[in-house]
């Protein structure tokens, strides 16, 4: 059965791009395919110049396809479906299958509004296979047909005996000569970044109600994922290893072992090997810290999400205000840069609750943690709670608008307390980049490329950096831009800003977002209508 992937296009322009998060989905499922014998084509419309849909019907028309499968997560509901209705309208007319968290976890919803053939529901990589042994018969367990759900399938216990992800097949080694250095915490790694995305565990042992899973949490063998490492860091002399796992390092003593395995194979190289992961705040002792600095390790990202022990257990992160008080300041001790969030809006907030956080936030965080409020994203509890609560009336409005919308009021505040503290935090949020910094010297290099030197705010160190994307808010320009970077030396995260973004959007944030919310709103209708017109 001759198959296309299709990896959707993240950034809605005309030009080819390179900085977004790799599909590691849809790499497993083209490994699983490729390795039960079948032929497996891919396009990345990431890396397709002009409207990536007439690209989609170039390679549909170059080559005759039985199936087309794509995948996504929620907020790309629109790309998902202008790519499905390009592929039902082509003419060699073949089956669409969808997967991944946008129809997992609102399987009637989403499968009833995009009408793909088939719905692959949960982890697929065993769902997609026995699919195609069996002809995309409609009985086949863990899918959604126009015949209506099967029975769910149990996810792979042994995540060993599923193949490495084809990262090849969907594009990696021309995303790995293009990447910019401005993509968070890429930026202290190298100017011209090496980065391979890889994921050691899946699911996560709690189910804190912001967020969905699927099935238990279950994680890699050492060797396992060491024989992926060492496959792929010499061949394309990668320096950057991105852990995506929701919960790295459950395991204590695991984590050290692995630290030490890493540690014994970065030492052979003769280059720099760096990373980043994503560790619970419980289990961020000096040990761990002095280990994962021991691999290159620069940047932990932590589940903070708040500092009242009262929303924490509403939230069910089974984490105290003293343990996150702890990681932070031990991360920072060990010279390691935090990244995380204090979200504000549980259902068990209160003004009480929101002054606990925001009180230890200004006092701690040196300018490392942000604020926001949190979403009731589709398959969290929190979704159930706003749809049963009648907060969200719509379930697939919701979905296709997620981005147009103001945070939902699921608290016992009044509208008009919780809009108070709503523009409390996003006033506050431009204290957290207090620490800005303006570019002294701004060179381009190449097309929206630039090198840019600064004076870190935090040790004084002059730092020079390569091959930045400039982003600004109204399209990439010389003029008005700010850069997240963290420092070369210290560590510390800030903001690097042209002169007239410090002086006109920084210093007047919360002014400046209003101003901003026009062309927010423009900016989403280019995302929700953009797909579905062909470049004249």
């Not at 073949?94 to 919803?109: N, R, Y």
């Not at 496959?231 to 796992?245: E, G, H, Q």
């Amino acid at each position: 059965m001759r198959t296309l992937l299709v990896i959707p296009k993240y950034s809605l322009v005309k030009h080819k791009t390179y900085n977004y998060v790799f599909p590691l989905g849809l790499a497993y499922i083209s490994a699983s395919l490729k390795r039960a014998g079948y032929d497996v084509d891919c396009i990345n419309l990431n890396h397709t110049e002009g409207n990536p849909l007439n690209a989609l019907r170039d390679q549909l028309s170059m080559r005759t396809y039985d199936v087309v499968g794509t995948g996504s997560i929620s907020i790309n509901y629109h790309i998902t479906e202008a790519i499905l209705n390009t592929v039902k309208s082509h003419p060699s007319r073949p089956k669409t299958i969808l997967g991944g968290p946008i129809v997992t976890t609102a399987p009637e919803t989403i499968f009833n509004a995009l009408k793909p053939d088939i719905g692959v529901i949960g982890e697929g990589e065993e769902t997609i296979v026995e699919l195609f042994r069996r002809n995309l018969s409609h009985d086949v367990a863990g899918i959604i047909t126009k015949d209506g759900m099967t029975q769910p399938r149990k996810p792979p216990d042994n995540l060993d005996a599923l193949p490495f992800p084809d990262v090849v097949g969907l594009g990696y080694e021309e995303r790995l000569e293009n990447v910019n250095a401005s993509r968070g915490s890429l930026a202290t790694v190298s100017d011209f970044p090496r980065s391979y995305v890889l994921i050691t565990s899946r699911s996560c042992p709690f189910q804190c109600t912001f967020c969905w899973h699927t099935g238990r949490y279950r994680q890699r063998s050492i060797d396992n994922v060491m024989e992926e490492i060492e496959s792929v860091v010499r061949k394309y002399r990668v320096d950057f290893l991105d852990f995506t796992d929701d919960c790295f390092g459950f395991d204590k003593q695991k984590l050290l072992d692995f630290c030490s395995r890493l540690k014994r194979f970065r030492d052979t190289l003769d280059w720099k090997l760096e990373s980043y992961v994503q560790l619970i705040v419980t289990i961020a002792d000096d040990e761990v810290l002095s280990a994962l600095k021991s691999i290159g390790c620069h940047t932990i990202c932590f589940g903070f999400e708040s500092y009242s022990p009262k929303v924490l257990k509403s939230m069910n992160k089974h984490i105290t205000p003293e343990q996150i008080d702890s990681a932070l300041k031990k991360t920072l001790a060990h010279r390691m840069t935090v990244a995380g969030y204090f979200i504000f809006g549980d259902p068990a907030e209160t003004l009480e609750t929101a002054r606990e956080t925001i009180d230890y936030w200004k006092t701690n965080s040196k300018g490392q943690i942000g604020l926001d409020f949190v979403q009731p994203y589709p398959g969290s509890k929190l979704f159930q709670y706003c749809l049963d609560g009648g907060l969200i009336e719509d379930e697939l409005d919701f979905i296709k608008h997620m981005n147009l919308r103001k945070h939902i009021n699921m608290t016992s505040l009044t509208d008009k307390e919780f809009n108070k503290l709503h523009d409390e935090v996003l006033q506050l949020n431009q204290t957290y980049f207090k620490n800005n910094a303006i570019a002294m010297r701004q060179v381009r290099t190449g097309k929206d490329v630039y090198s840019v030197t600064v004076r870190c705010p935090y040790c004084n160190t002059l730092v020079e950096y390569n091959n930045m994307y400039l982003f600004a808010y109204l399209g990439s320009n010389k003029y008005v831009w700010a850069v997240p970077v963290l420092c070369r030396n210290c560590f510390m995260k800030f903001r690097v800003t042209s002169r007239l973004f410090y002086h006109v959007y920084a210093r007047y944030q919360p002014i400046a977002s209003r101003i901003l919310v026009p062309y927010i709103s423009m900016s989403n209708y280019y995302r929700e209508h953009t797909m579905r017109q062909v470049d004249k």
